[in-house]
């Protein structure tokens, strides 16, 4: 797994072992990418089920202003902290060792970007979409990493389901501010 694009790129980065351990594909990565292009430079994003921080550290490389990556699993933290160090970027960088509910309870200034790409099928996407949309600036973005078998809300606080992408077994849901989708 390597940095797309930016800064860092080319960097390669450390990952998680284990049989639960399901890290976003090249493939899936780069169409995400793509979808937030514009949008990134000078921005706040948040990686939540970082794992091992590679959405997060691309944003970083691509000019974001700062990645906040959440992860309840200490070896996640430990691998987002090393992927940082080695590619240059954790100055514009806060990784919480705490679970999504814990850190969506918290007080946090708002993000124009966020990926969500919690363990499929287990509800919690659904659980934590209104409150992650709580966190968000009006312009901002939120991507959601699911399996394909899942079906996504048509509608998460003021966030509205914008488009969704189709990759093999896997699907990426975007959500946008109502007052953008309607202009």
Sequence with gaps: MRVITG???GRRLLTLEGEDVRPTTDRVKEAVFSI???QIEGRRFLDLFAGS????IEALSRGAALAVFVDTRKEAVETVKKNLHSTGLEKNARVLHMDALSFLAQ???PFDLAFLDPPYQTGILQQLLPQVAGLMNPG???LCEHSSAESMPDQAGDFVKAKQYRYGKIMVTTYLHGDVMNQ
């Design 7 to 9: 800064a860092a790129r």
């Design 36 to 38: 937030i292009q514009f």
């Design 53 to 56: 921080g590679q959405m997060g």
């Design 107 to 109: 007080k946090n200034d």
């Design 140 to 142: 901002g973005i939120l």
